[in-house]
């Protein structure tokens, strides 16, 4: 059984500064990719952050400049550093992985895990 257990949310005046982590909680052979994705009331999830475990990043154009992924591979952790927050960075950010784990007959079996969730509310 594998968790992924999100921190760092709360809340933040416009123009401060949060950071989100993320740990996976369980047994996953390899870790291809992780990230942060977004929810906010009323709209779509949305992607804002990815990392690929040779370190390639990708980010929505919303929030180049303001937010930085990292990830550590060993310690199978994601953090998400929020910078120059704004009103409409306010939403519910949800961790993903995708990876492989090792099956019953030692075949690998690609996953994808999500987090539940961690609200950010920035205040105008």
């Known amino acids: 059984q594998v968790q992924l257990v999100e921190s760092g949310g709360g809340l933040v005046q416009a123009g401060g500064s949060l950071r989100l982590s993320c740990v996976v909680d369980g047994s996953i052979f390899r870790i291809n990719a992780m990230g942060w994705y977004r929810q906010a009331v009323g709209k779509q999830r949305e992607l804002v952050a990815t990392?690929?475990?040779?370190?390639?990043?990708d980010y929505a154009e919303s929030v180049k400049g303001r937010f930085t992924i990292s990830m550590d591979n060993a310690k199978k952790t994601v953090s998400l550093q929020m910078n120059r927050l704004k009103p409409e960075d306010t939403a519910v950010y949800l961790c993903n992985v995708e990876g492989a784990k090792v099956g019953f007959y030692s075949e690998l079996i690609e996953v994808d895990y999500w987090g539940l969730g961690t609200q950010v509310t920035v205040s105008s």
């Open positions: 990392i690929s475990g040779g370190g390639t990043t």
